[in-house]
């Protein structure tokens, strides 16, 4: 019964008997691997030690040795040790006849229950004693459960493996299909077992199940209930050219018999060796090696993702007036109701549209329906549009795998020397200030708060300078080093670092004056603040200076950030973004130019520029107040 794919669920019906037998055990150390591979020790009676490996998903048995301890363990095999590590395990039962395990441990005067899933996915899952969820390796949502904490873990049900014989007749008649369907899915016995009970019953596996008679049906009857006693009572389990089975089946080609079932499991399981895994791990490949794996991956995913979408799409064809039907069902009742209420009508009803139902998105009026595989419709669209969404993505990805077959095929680029690598710009004592060179080579600097336009008055300002600021409450100080013919560009860099720019202005005026007209000494009866100042004599002004920034990189005579006046900076920068008022943060702003210019800047040397063209340094350009990008060159 055990294959490839993972064991069933009469394997588990054998698998869990015999662990049964061994208790009383008590839970030792508890081990995650990887995302589905987990290994506990169960410490019995006599110093007795038993190992068992799970794989969720596949298979879960005990095993001679477990593999290596990880170096670091998980989180959630952290969250195992905490809650179950020292807990005696006080039964082993199995869910009806499905794949599902569940250990019952008492620990510290409670009880929690430790589930183990093969089916699907599988997943590992913890909950107290009334199978309230508290733990999940995945949690999950699906339409008919939730693998989440604080719901209820559903364990109520038929149990398969121990049917009344009117029970067992029912499931049968209930089929109306050939009598090896009717057992391999009513019984969850699966196609080879469902074959197996029809040879010992003596009826012919296409047999009709609405002709069964009560003679039939008592040696159908009889043979279930001979299977379920020989998986659970371990007799002679082997190994046969088709499988893992707890006993031999009837016509076995070549079977090899084992002690337990655990020991056959075993061995047609080999442990993953993840001592290779770490060697992997070590193994360095080149820069072409690691792409040329990378564009076959790649190429392997697209495949996967057209057949995927070819496969949907022929789904949806094939069920066109169901798809039809359930759209016109959820959006008539998409206009009455809300989807979270639709989501709960749909969760508690019978009708055959819900129940192909797996789960509901009310982001985007869609559903997930099962068709033999998860398809998503979209409920605003036609069976046709859905279809057509479909084979839009296996356009895409057709694309996308010609494209990377191309890459694949293209020639390795020649290697290049390598590039001088560029030095950083010396820091100069001006540049804690906001500053910045005319395009004549002026150099302006101007404060970027009180204390440092207090600085600049009294410690800086020379009588051959020029101060000027921009004519409102509030900006820098700005302080020209000299004469220069671009006075626009000093009125547009004072307008721009003032509050004009946190006002949303396109314009300001400025004003000029010469050091001696600056004084802290105020008026009779007025105060001058801290970063303010009284201007005595005529003022030489500069009308409607637009306000924008600009923000650049420059390799000589080293690499650096400069910013201000759009005219300077464009003298210097070969790349550079442009800044006007407008709406976003500083640091938004900041962010949104340094990815502009790394797109644009040669890969001269990855370090130099990460830790020169970074947020901190361009934000020290950008004005207080909000911002938005002009345009880049």
Not at 291 to 319: C, N, P, T, V, W
Not at 400 to 424: D, F, H, L, T, W
């Amino acid at each position: 019964m055990a294959t490839d794919k993972g064991m069933s669920g009469l394997d588990l019906a054998a698998l869990t008997a015999e662990v049964q037998s061994l208790l009383p055990l008590w839970v030792g150390k508890i081990y995650q691997y990887d995302n589905t591979s987990f290994g506990f020790r169960f410490n019995g009676e006599d110093k007795a030690r038993h190992l068992f490996f799970i794989e969720i998903g596949r298979r879960a048995h005990r095993v001679p040795a477990l593999p290596p301890a990880p170096k670091n363990p998980s989180g959630y095999s952290m969250y195992l040790r905490k809650y179950l590590d020292g807990g005696k395990i006080l039964s082993v039962t199995q869910k009806s006849i499905e794949r599902v395990i569940i250990f019952e441990i008492g620990k510290g005067g409670g009880t929690l229950n430790l589930i183990i899933e093969l089916f699907d996915e599988g997943n590992l899952i913890v909950t107290d004693e009334d199978f309230v969820i508290q733990n999940a390796l995945k949690k999950r949502r699906f339409r008919e459960r939730e693998i989440v904490s604080g719901e209820m873990y559903e364990i109520e049900g038929v149990n398969l493996a121990d049917l009344t014989r009117e029970a067992f007749e029912e499931i049968l008649r209930s089929q109306e299909r050939d009598l090896v369907r009717a057992i391999a899915v009513g019984l969850m016995f699966g196609g080879v077992m469902a074959e197996e009970l029809c040879l010992r019953a003596g009826v012919e596996k296409a047999f009709p199940t609405q002709y069964l008679n009560d003679e039939i049906l008592s040696r159908l009857y009889d043979a279930y209930r001979n299977i379920i006693l020989d998986a659970r009572s371990g007799s002679n389990p082997i190994i046969d050219t088709t499988g893992c089975w707890p006993f031999p089946l009837i016509g076995s080609d070549k079977p090899v018999s084992y002690p337990t079932f655990s020991d056959a499991l075993a061995a047609y399981y080999p442990l993953p060796k993840m001592e290779e895994k770490e060697e992997a791990k070590k193994v360095v490949l080149s820069r072409e090696e690691r792409i040329r794996r990378q564009q076959e991956g790649a190429i392997l995913k697209f495949e996967e993702r057209i057949r995927d979408s070819e496969r949907a799409a022929e789904l949806i064809y094939e069920h066109y007036p169901d798809i039809q039907q359930l759209i016109d069902i959820l959006k008539s009742a998409s206009e009455k109701i809300s989807w979270q209420e639709i989501a709960r009508v749909i969760k508690s009803s019978d009708h055959q549209a819900a129940k192909m139902i797996v789960s509901v998105n009310p982001a985007d009026a869609s559903v997930v329906v099962d068709l033999g595989m998860k398809v998503t419709i979209s409920v605003q669209k036609s069976v046709e549009g859905n279809v057509g969404v479909y084979y839009d993505q296996m356009k895409k990805f057709r694309s996308k795998r010609e494209g990377a077959i191309r890459a694949m095929n293209r020639p390795p680029p020649k290697q290049r020397e390598k590039a001088a690598i560029p030095k950083r710009q010396k820091p100069k004592w001006y540049h804690r200030f906001r500053w910045f060179e005319t395009s004549d080579g002026v150099l302006v600097i101007g404060g970027r708060d009180a204390d440092q336009n207090e600085e600049l008055v009294k410690k800086y300002m020379e009588g051959g300078d020029t101060f000027v600021h921009a004519d409102v409450h509030g900006g820098s100080v700005v302080i020209v080093k000299g004469k220069t013919e671009r006075m626009d560009e000093v009125a547009q860099f004072a307008a721009s670092y003032s509050n004009f720019w946190k006002g949303g202005y396109g314009s300001g005026d400025v004003y000029a004056a010469a050091p001696g007209q600056v004084s802290k000494t105020p008026e009779s009866g007025e105060f001058v603040a801290r970063g303010a100042f009284v201007i005595r004599g005529e003022r030489t002004y500069y009308r409607n200076a637009p306000l924008a920034i600009a923000v650049g990189v420059v390799t000589e005579p080293g690499v650096a950030v400069i910013g201000g006046p759009v005219a300077a900076i464009e003298k210097k920068a070969k790349h550079m973004v442009r800044i006007a008022p407008g709406t976003f943060e500083p640091n938004d702003i900041a962010k949104k130019v340094v990815r502009m210019l790394r797109d644009h800047l040669p890969a001269t040397d990855a370090k130099v520029l990460r830790s020169i063209l970074s947020t901190e340094a361009v934000a020290a350009f950008i004005p207080a107040g909000g911002s938005d990008i002009i345009e880049e060159s």
